[in-house]
């Protein structure tokens, strides 16, 4: 089997430093080819002209700064876009940018499918392939970018992002870890902490380790307020009931004024009745979360319905009066298969094969 050459993409700062200490070379040097990194036309070493040549010749022989390749895009009537990611092996991720008032939020992938197996969801529905890696994640920011200066999207910034495309980005903690320290990094990409969104499922001992050691904004994916139809919707539940991802979630470092979200996909007929509303409303009573409601995004694959417009309402209303912030997401992307939970990966994995 050919050797997979070091992928520079895939480094924090700290360890881009000491490769380039590793080759003999000051750290500085590994500052300099961070800083290039973040920039989207960047695709081979002979593009970073300020390192001496021979360092340029020496980083193409040990390694690599190969991008993933964007494969296909389609635009929905609302102005979303959503981008087919093929990696290096073939395998195919989703990423989609969203147009907001006056900035872009970019939805990103951390696994080929997913373990999870969440009942309502087309990407838990296609199982688990692999994890990315921290270069793959990243790279989606880059080839966004690239996407927004094709298609003029320049009116405003690349500003939001947010983990909540295709898989449980916990359960790709050590990669995760790395992304978000790169995405982040001053002198680097620089995207805000708190602008910077993991969703998770409930992983609870991931949740803790986050804490610790690198917080960024959380939104957990809750769906019920009581463990039997938890368990029944999230198979994870029977591992992490509902207290211990609460108490974790106590336990989370906020900024102040900042509060957690908590995700809520309204199934019809299964979640979304009035008394499950006073029921999480009592759940998250001293916690500060802000409530975002999920009107499920329907597949023919998918048992499950969208509630009709006026039991969403219904169910917000009682929040809203037991003093809850509590949105309704708009889906978008609805018409081009990238909304929420619609990710699978399946427009293009025949012409990702050459
Ligand atoms: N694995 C993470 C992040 C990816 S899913 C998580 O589960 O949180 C992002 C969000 O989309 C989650 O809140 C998930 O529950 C929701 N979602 C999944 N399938 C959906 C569907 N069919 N309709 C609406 N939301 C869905
Ligand atoms: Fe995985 Fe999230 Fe989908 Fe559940 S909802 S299967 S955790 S991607």
Redesign the pocket.
């Known amino acids: 089997m050919k050797e997979v050459p070091l992928n520079l993409r895939d480094l924090t700062l700290e360890e881009l430093e000491a490769f380039l200490e590793g080759l003999g070379e000051a750290p500085f040097r590994g500052r300099q080819v961070f800083r290039w990194l973040v920039r989207p036309e960047v695709e081979d070493f002979s593009q970073m002209t300020d390192l001496p040549k021979s360092l340029r010749k020496r980083l193409s022989q040990e390694s690599t700064i190969e991008l993933p390749r964007l494969l296909e895009h389609r635009f929905s009537t609302d102005g979303t876009a959503k981008l087919a990611v093929g990696l290096r092996d073939g395998e195919v991720v989703e990423c989609v940018l969203i147009p907001e008032r006056d900035h872009y939020t970019l939805c990103l992938s951390t696994q080929v499918g997913?373990a999870?197996g969440?009942r309502?969801?087309?990407?838990g529905r296609m199982g688990f392939r692999r994890n990315l890696f921290p270069g793959e994640i990243v790279s989606q920011v880059l080839l966004a970018r690239r996407f927004m200066q094709e298609f003029g999207l320049e009116d405003k910034p690349l500003r939001n992002l947010v983990?909540?495309?295709m898989?449980?980005?916990l359960a790709n903690y050590r990669h995760l870890v790395k992304a978000l320290k790169i995405l982040t990094h001053p002198q680097g990409f620089h995207f805000a902490r708190k602008r910077t969104t993991v969703?998770?499922?409930g992983l609870v001992p991931q949740i803790r380790a986050l804490a610790e050691e690198y917080p960024v904004a959380l939104?957990i994916?809750l769906?019920a307020p009581e463990n039997e139809l938890r368990a029944r919707l999230i198979p994870t539940t029977r591992r992490y009931p509902l207290e211990e991802i609460l108490s974790a979630c106590r336990a989370y470092p906020l900024k102040r004024g900042a509060r957690l979200t908590i995700?809520y996909?309204l199934l019809e007929g299964i979640n979304d009745h009035p008394w499950q509303a006073r029921r999480l409303a009592e759940i998250l009573r001293d916690l500060p979360v802000k409530i975002n409601l999920?009107p499920?995004?329907p597949?023919p694959d998918?048992p499950f319905r969208r509630p009709p417009e006026a039991r969403i309402q219904r169910f917000q209303q009682i929040l809203l009066s037991e003093g809850f912030v509590a949105t309704v997401r708009k889906?978008k992307g609805l018409d081009i298969g990238a909304?929420?939970?619609?990710l699978r990966a399946e427009l293009t994995l025949s012409q990702n094969s050459a």
């Open positions: 997913c999870m969440c309502f969801c087309l990407t983990f909540m495309g898989g449980e980005p969703s998770t499922v939104a994916s769906h995700e996909v999920i499920f995004n597949h998918l889906s909304a929420c939970g619609q």
